[in-house]
């Protein structure tokens, strides 16, 4: 079956630790996209590439990097210079790219980080 | 700033108790409103999207509506399995591609 897939489904991070979070698609979509949900709040944008190679900053992104080396794959990395990262991570993909794509995003089951 | 307003934050209904979820938006620029339903410890799951105002669009128990400034989900007789937080998000147009603002959610719970 097609879909998304993240993992791990939890994940501890020590002080001063990277961490990074694998998200993987196998819908063929050209965009791909991080969240951030955290009780009481909507879903932050924190990256989000809509190619192979290209990425842009959303509206949470510092303390987070990314890669898109291939069109499955999107994997964030949550550095220790993000100073509250316990959250529930959700990555999702689109079926279009393009500025004026209007198709909906796909989300997979999550990651939960905490701090040990 | 453009927002995104979910109301009521929680709702608890009793089987086959219909009710209205509201979304309310203050964006420019609105190219689709989205619904999503989510169950804990899970990713959203995608409902419907609307794209003008006097659309509708329905799905077994649910209808969501779109007028110039909101969004209802109407839920007719619902079942403890619609038991969930459901999320509407709403896109803007921007230089940025299919970007989304996530409103917080209305929580739904479907008693026996």
């Known amino acids: 079956d097609g879909g998304i897939t993240q993992s791990p489904k939890y994940l501890f991070r020590k002080e001063g630790q990277n961490v990074t979070l694998s998200c993987e698609q196998n819908?063929?979509?050209?965009?791909m996209y991080w969240y951030r949900q955290d009780p009481g709040q909507g879903l932050r944008l924190i990256y989000y590439?809509?190619?192979?190679?290209?990425?842009q900053k959303g509206d949470i992104a510092e303390g987070y990097s990314v890669s898109r080396e291939k069109k499955e794959s999107f994997p964030l990395t949550v550095t220790s210079a993000q100073k509250n990262p316990t959250a529930f991570y959700l990555c999702?993909?689109?079926?279009?790219?393009?500025?004026?794509?209007?198709?909906?995003?796909?989300f997979g089951d999550g990651t939960r980080l905490s701090i040990l | 700033e453009d927002q995104v307003t979910q109301s009521p934050e929680a709702l608890r209904l009793q089987e086959g108790e219909s009710s209205s979820l509201n979304c309310s938006y203050t964006v420019s620029g609105l190219r689709g409103l989205f619904w999503y339903r989510q169950d804990p410890g899970k990713g959203p799951e995608f409902l419907f999207t609307l794209y003008s105002a006097g659309e509708e669009k329905e799905k077994e128990r649910l209808k969501a509506t779109l007028t110039k400034k909101e969004s209802f989900l109407h839920i007719t007789a619902p079942k403890p399995e619609d038991s969930a937080t459901y999320l509407c998000a709403v896109r803007i147009l921007t230089g940025g591609g299919n970007k989304l603002t996530f409103g917080t959610g209305t929580q739904l719970k479907v008693e026996l």
């Open positions: 999702a993909s689109s079926p279009t790219q393009g500025h004026y794509s209007n198709q909906p995003q796909h």
């Open positions: 590439s809509q190619i192979v190679n290209d990425f």
């Open positions: 819908l063929n979509h050209d965009a």
